[in-house]
């Protein structure tokens, strides 16, 4: 951050063309500049963009340095994550948040909630960006006020050391803008369409913009089924469409994240166009599931491709939708990452059906034959039962080393009955350890959980519905909120400090003098909280 006395020095309004400004106090003017300091969205993109590249850079020496984001759907939701990170950890590096195109769909459209298909408004998507950012920006503002009310009460008290260190900590103070992963889905539309959006979500603050291979008007939610897919050269139409919006907009660093639904994609709306054999239209065509024919079998309106010297039909649906051969998945998405590598994307992001490491690392190994510097984004989702997976990994190894599993049903192993067992105790540990053991094994530099914000919601909300409206009544909500809120230091337990009051008083003072009417006196009942 600029040193707040650079700052201060840089805001001197003693006089401006030649006039006195009386009742301009210059260091209020400075305090003013510290608490905004990131002044639009495409100041925040660059930010941001150094920041990731710098942790790309740290992950690529030691993958023990990865990243980790949760989705977050309110401007307040992730004001809370970063503040209650900053508060635990000390630090956000390292920390960012994602914004998940599920979430905008089922939360946020002014259709009401949607399924993840790409139906909802396009500018619905930048529009959380910004107000993600807004209130980042405003968490920045309430914890630089506190700081200045520190250091004001140390000078009003003489105390030269307390207001030394009050004054550090306004020089070192730590942002709370972070990076954003920002969801593009298919692109909500053409190549133009797809530069357009993209402009609008790095004005707004994005610095990683994540696109996946699917067609636009057909788009599902990687973990649902109906996945089509796109040629090559389709995707790689919107991939340079982002980054000549990134340039354009002055963010030659900002990140694209392709990813590939193909693993769970068996669906495609076109074939390929390919000028020679083995071109890039030729192997995507050569996973279509395809019937050898002759001129006189061939009925009235079918397609067929010639490939080595065959005549071929591919198997076509009455969608109009051409099947692939099954098996071939994770033949395509390894083409899909190399190819997005090779033409402008900087991480990957690989839809999978289930958490599994070695899956995982299978695929990277090999694009990271051709690509060494081949790294993840990877979407630990809430679509995962993750207790039944990781139980039901356990019991196979356990199996492959010939121990005894009568005591457990595999296709059972989701129930309590076995959480205190010796199997449950190992997959939970595989669990805690899973992200740190992906970074190391399968390339994964940023983990992140899609929507575990909108799971939180509808949990808490609940517990405390049941709590509230059955016998414990008031009792529900300050045993189990606000006691909780106390204790634990949660910040917004002083709402109206979270809603700006506090900077709000610091306005009034700077503006009306004695004369303010200010909401932080004696009678303000949020001094009950002091304690």
Same mark, same amino acid.
């Given at each position: 951050?600029?040193?707040?006395?650079?700052?201060? %020095?840089?805001?001197?309004?003693?006089?401006?063309?030649?006039?006195?400004?009386?009742?301009?106090?210059?260091?209020?003017?400075?305090?003013?500049?510290?608490?905004?300091?990131?002044?639009?969205?495409?100041?925040?993109?660059?930010?941001? &963009?150094?920041?990731?590249?710098?942790?790309?850079? &740290?992950?690529?020496?030691?993958?023990? @340095?990865?990243?980790?984001?949760?989705?977050?759907?309110?401007?307040?939701?992730?004001?809370?994550?970063?503040?209650?990170?900053?508060?635990?950890?000390?630090?956000?590096?390292?920390?960012?948040?994602?914004?998940?195109?599920?979430?905008?769909?089922?939360?946020?459209?002014?259709?009401?909630?949607?399924?993840?298909?790409?139906?909802?408004?396009?500018?619905?998507?930048?529009?959380?960006?910004?107000?993600?950012?807004?209130?980042? $920006?405003?968490?920045?503002?309430?914890?630089?006020?506190?700081?200045? %009310?520190?250091?004001?009460?140390?000078?009003? @008290?003489?105390?030269?050391?307390?207001?030394?260190?009050?004054?550090?900590?306004?020089?070192?103070?730590?942002?709370?803008?972070?990076? !954003?992963?920002?969801?593009?889905?298919?692109?909500?539309?053409?190549?133009?369409?797809?530069?357009? =959006?993209?402009?609008?979500?790095?004005?707004?603050?994005?610095?990683?913009?994540?696109?996946?291979?699917?067609?636009?008007?057909? #788009?599902?939610?990687?973990?649902?089924?109906?996945?089509?897919?796109?040629?090559?050269?389709?995707?790689?139409? #919107?991939?340079? @469409?982002?980054?000549?919006?990134?340039?354009?907009?002055?963010?030659?660093?900002?990140?694209?994240?392709? $990813?590939?639904?193909?693993?769970?994609?068996?669906?495609?709306?076109? !074939? *390929?166009?390919?000028?020679?054999?083995?071109?890039?239209?030729?192997?995507? +065509?050569?996973?279509?599931?395809?019937?050898?024919?002759?001129?006189?079998?061939?009925?009235?309106?079918?397609?067929?491709?010639?490939?080595?010297?065959?005549?071929?039909?591919? #198997?076509?649906?009455?969608?109009?939708?051409?099947?692939?051969?099954?098996?071939?998945?994770?033949?395509?998405?390894?083409?899909?990452?190399?190819?997005? =590598?090779?033409?402008?994307?900087?991480?990957?992001?690989?839809?999978?059906?289930?958490?599994?490491?070695?899956?995982?690392?299978?695929?990277?190994? %090999?694009?990271?034959?051709?690509?060494? +510097?081949?790294?993840?984004?990877?979407? +630990?989702?809430?679509?995962?039962?993750?207790?039944?997976?990781f139980r039901q990994q356990v019991y196979d190894a356990w199996q492959a080393e010939g121990r005894d599993l009568s005591m457990y049903d595999r296709e059972r192993l989701m129930s309590q009955h076995y959480d205190d067992s010796e199997l449950a105790i190992e997959a939970d540990e595989k669990i805690r350890t899973f992200q740190r053991d992906a970074a190391q094994r399968a390339?994964?530099?940023?983990?992140?959980?899609? =929507?575990?914000?909108?799971?939180?919601? *509808?949990?808490?909300?609940?517990?405390?519905?049941? $709590?509230?409206?059955?016998?414990?009544?008031?009792?529900?909500?300050?045993?189990?909120?606000?006691?909780?809120?106390? %204790?634990?230091?949660?910040?917004?337990?002083?709402?109206?400090?979270?809603?700006?009051?506090? !900077?709000?008083?610091?306005?009034?003072?700077?503006?009306?003098?004695? *004369?303010?009417?200010?909401?932080?006196?004696?009678?303000?009942?949020? +001094?009950?909280? @002091?304690?």
């Amino acid at each position: 951050m600029t040193h707040f006395a650079e700052i201060h %020095r840089q805001t001197g309004l003693k006089q401006q063309h030649g006039r006195h400004w009386q009742g301009i106090d210059p260091e209020f003017a400075a305090r003013l500049r510290a608490q905004n300091r990131f002044q639009t969205g495409l100041h925040i993109a660059r930010y941001t &963009a150094k920041t990731m590249r710098e942790d790309m850079e &740290a992950y690529d020496r030691d993958p023990a @340095a990865y990243t980790q984001s949760l989705g977050c759907w309110h401007g307040f939701i992730g004001q809370q994550k970063m503040i209650s990170i900053k508060k635990h950890f000390g630090s956000a590096k390292g920390r960012y948040l994602y914004l998940s195109g599920w979430m905008v769909a089922a939360l946020r459209s002014e259709f009401g909630p949607l399924p993840d298909q790409s139906m909802h408004e396009k500018t619905s998507v930048p529009a959380l960006i910004e107000e993600l950012y807004t209130f980042l $920006r405003q968490a920045d503002a309430r914890e630089l006020g506190g700081l200045f %009310r520190d250091l004001d009460k140390a000078r009003a @008290a003489g105390d030269e050391k307390a207001a030394a260190e009050a004054q550090q900590a306004i020089d070192n103070h730590q942002t709370h803008v972070v990076p !954003i992963f920002a969801d593009i889905d298919a692109g909500f539309g053409n190549a133009e369409a797809t530069y357009l =959006l993209a402009k609008k979500m790095i004005e707004a603050g994005a610095c990683a913009l994540q696109i996946e291979n699917q067609v636009s008007d057909e #788009k599902q939610c990687g973990h649902q089924d109906g996945k089509v897919t796109v040629p090559h050269e389709d995707f790689l139409q #919107k991939i340079r @469409a982002i980054r000549y919006a990134f340039l354009e907009l002055g963010v030659p660093e900002g990140i694209i994240v392709a $990813r590939t639904d193909s693993l769970g994609a068996g669906l495609t709306k076109q !074939i *390929a166009f390919s000028r020679e054999a083995g071109d890039l239209g030729d192997q995507y +065509n050569s996973f279509l599931d395809c019937e050898e024919v002759n001129l006189e079998a061939v009925g009235n309106g079918e397609v067929l491709i010639s490939r080595e010297g065959r005549l071929l039909k591919p #198997k076509r649906l009455p969608s109009n939708l051409y099947q692939f051969r099954p098996g071939t998945g994770e033949d395509r998405v390894v083409l899909d990452c190399i190819t997005s =590598l090779q033409n402008g994307a900087d991480l990957l992001w690989i839809e999978t059906e289930k958490p599994h490491v070695e899956q995982i690392a299978g695929m990277v190994d %090999r694009i990271r034959e051709v690509v060494p +510097n081949a790294k993840l984004v990877y979407n +630990n989702s809430p679509s995962f039962n993750w207790t039944l997976n990781f139980r039901q990994q356990v019991y196979d190894a356990w199996q492959a080393e010939g121990r005894d599993l009568s005591m457990y049903d595999r296709e059972r192993l989701m129930s309590q009955h076995y959480d205190d067992s010796e199997l449950a105790i190992e997959a939970d540990e595989k669990i805690r350890t899973f992200q740190r053991d992906a970074a190391q094994r399968a390339g994964i530099f940023h983990h992140l959980i899609t =929507l575990p914000t909108y799971h939180t919601a *509808a949990l808490s909300t609940d517990n405390l519905a049941k $709590r509230y409206f059955g016998e414990e009544a008031m009792l529900g909500y300050v045993k189990q909120v606000q006691r909780e809120e106390i %204790r634990q230091g949660i910040a917004c337990v002083k709402h109206q400090n979270m809603a700006g009051s506090d !900077i709000g008083d610091d306005h009034k003072e700077a503006f009306a003098g004695e *004369a303010a009417l200010k909401a932080g006196g004696e009678h303000n009942t949020m +001094n009950q909280f @002091a304690a």
